[in-house]
């Protein structure tokens, strides 16, 4: 009976089951609700934070014109920390649509807002395919102003009439105003550029450039630009080993004292020989030698030439960028120069000019049609500005030797013969070798322009820009633009000077009187297109 008794009292009673049980239901349905409750309460904050302006926009509209009229690199100094964390959290749409940060409106209209205030300058008879995506590649790096003087292609009003819409861009078309204007220039009495006078094809291009980069000083002052830049539109600078990949933030770290930047130009180096776009295909890029040791860019050089005559296929002595100031000039395509001083020049570490030069197999061709010259080594000498004297013996560039392969292959060989002299010669197929100099840093990948480039495609930018253009020119632009396409054609037959300037002007010139008033320092001779060093240069450093 006790045991019984016992057992019984061990056992729970109904009553106090049922109480249990529901007082565990009750604590359960509270946590759920809890649960529940607590995201929803905090999704509810977030979005009244956000409507009254707590958080944020996304970084679309930060960077908008209609917004801060910001993006990166437009700041003189970095962004606060704080508003870097709370960017991070945005809220994404729904539909997935490319986008580019940089552009909502394509025509967005702060350049005046940006300092120091860059051009550039150009002369080109490409069309819009090359022309927007280097134009627009080097507007979000910085670059506000162009002033584009145009022929050919450029020059066809189909082409002139986008290129006009765009702003920040000024269109200078060769017209016979134009050529009569600049056969007034004081170039023509000085001699730091006589030597490339009435010379055809290289020669004429030399002498136009400089006398166009004349004009842009101008109108840079005018517009209030503190630097400028004269860029070809197979180039886009690289601006390297800044806080940003800024052009703008670059230059603006410079000292004032500093009148003239140099940079180095890489060259790219094409793995295929079907390469349609550039600035979206090529990645890898040979270093200039300024950027390379020396004992790395003499120890590499039978690989990095591949059998070519020089380390690079063309030139290699950069492109600089200058202070707008009193006196400027400029000294050649590559370089500045001062009528009052020797500029106090200084060259970057680290930020470069890529060049894609021949990576398209059609640029044989089209480099072979520039001018009217035949495929013999004498014509070819008389049209190409490319006899360098490096060693003061009378002796000729190695430089001249691959342009003449180049020009003699495009002018007589078969389609066939050409590809295979073009893979032979320029397409770098090897990827041992490729592999070996991108680890001794003599290649080099280089990403962000071809990341810009797409990012400007996807968004829709040259679309955009096309779509908006007007339907036709103005009588006058129509006019100029019709004038500039005729007389580039028949710049393939004769020079600039005897063209227009030149028969009846050659004799005038030949009396003109030298400036007697300046230095030898101060008209040095315009900086030509010129080699990196060869092995017959090494010791000659070496010695130095």
């Known amino acids: 009976m006790a045991g019984g008794l016992y057992s019984s009292s061990l056992r729970p009673s109904p009553l106090a089951s049922s109480s249990s049980s529901s007082s565990h239901t009750s604590f359960a349905s509270k946590l759920l609700l809890l649960l529940t409750l607590l995201p929803l309460t905090l999704a509810a904050f977030a979005f009244v934070l956000q409507w009254r302006g707590g958080v944020d926009d996304d970084p679309v509209s930060r960077w908008s014109p209609e917004a ?19 960017s991070d959290c945005v809220l994404l749409p729904d539909t997935f649509s490319p986008s580019f940060p ?10 005046s807002d940006l300092k120091p205030k860059i051009c550039i300058t150009t002369s080109t008879s ?28 450029a020059a066809s009003p189909s082409v002139s009439k986008v290129l006009e819409s765009i702003p920040g861009v000024k269109v200078v078309y060769r017209t016979r105003e134009l050529e009569e204007q600049q056969a007034k220039s004081r170039i023509w009495n000085e001699t730091w550029l006589s030597s490339f006078f009435y010379k055809p094809c290289n020669y004429e291009l030399f002498v136009k450039q400089s006398l166009n980069m004349e ?56 793995e295929r020989d079907d390469i349609k776009e550039p600035f979206t295909e090529v990645s890898m890029f040979k270093k200039n030698y300024d950027h390379l040791p020396k004992d790395t860019y003499f120890g590499m050089y039978k690989e990095s030439t591949r059998g070519n005559p020089n380390y690079f296929l063309t030139y290699g002595n950069g492109k600089s960028a200058a202070r707008i100031q009193d006196h400027l ?14 500029p106090n020049e200084i060259k970057l570490e680290e930020a470069a000019v890529l060049h894609y030069t021949y990576a398209k197999f059609s640029d044989l061709t089209s480099r072979r049609d520039r ?21 003061g013996n009378g002796s000729s560039s190695l430089l001249r030797t691959c342009h003449l392969q180049a020009f003699i292959i495009a002018s007589t060989a078969t389609e066939e013969e050409m590809l295979t002299w073009y893979r032979e010669h320029v397409v770098w197929t090897d990827k041992t070798i490729n592999n070996k ?38 009588r006058d632009k129509f006019l100029a633009s019709i004038e500039s396409s005729n007389s580039s054609r028949a710049s393939a037959s004769q020079s600039l000077p005897s063209r227009k300037m030149g028969r009846s002007e050659v004799s005038h010139a030949t009396n003109r009187r030298v400036l007697e008033s300046t230095d030898s320092a101060i008209h040095e001779v315009a900086v030509s297109p010129l080699p990196p060093p060869g092995m017959d240069d090494e010791l000659m450093l070496i010695e130095a």
């Open 215 to 270: 004009m842009a000083i101008v109108m840079a002052r005018d517009s209030g630009v503190d630097w400028i830049i004269h860029l070809d539109t197979d180039e886009l600078m690289h601006p390297a080993g800044g806080r940003e990949y800024s052009l703008r933030q670059l230059l603006l770290d410079v000292p004032e004292n500093v009148d003239m930047v140099v940079f180095p130009n890489y060259e790219s180096s094409v």
């Open 329 to 342: 000039r400029p000294n050649g395509a590559h370089r500045w120069h001062n009528y009052r001083k020797s």
């Open 102 to 111: 940089y552009y909502r409106d394509w025509k967005y209209s702060f350049e």
């Open 126 to 153: 490409a069309g819009l395919e090359q022309i927007l995506p280097w134009m627009f590649y080097h507007k979000v790096i910085g670059v506000t102003t162009f002033f584009l003087f145009v022929e050919g292609k």
């Open 68 to 86: 801060s009229h910001k993006f990166p690199g437009m700041d003189s100094t970095s962004p606060p920390l704080a508003t870097v964390a709370r």
């Open 371 to 391: 001018c009217g010259c035949k495929p013999t080594k004498e014509d070819v000498k008389r049209c190409f500005m490319l006899e360098f004297d490096r060693s």
């Open 437 to 474: 100099l991108l680890k001794k840093g003599i290649l080099t990948r280089i990403y962000a322009p071809m990341a810009i480039m797409q990012g400007l495609r996807e968004s829709g930018v040259f679309r955009s820009v096309i779509e908006s253009a007007p339907t036709t020119l103005s």
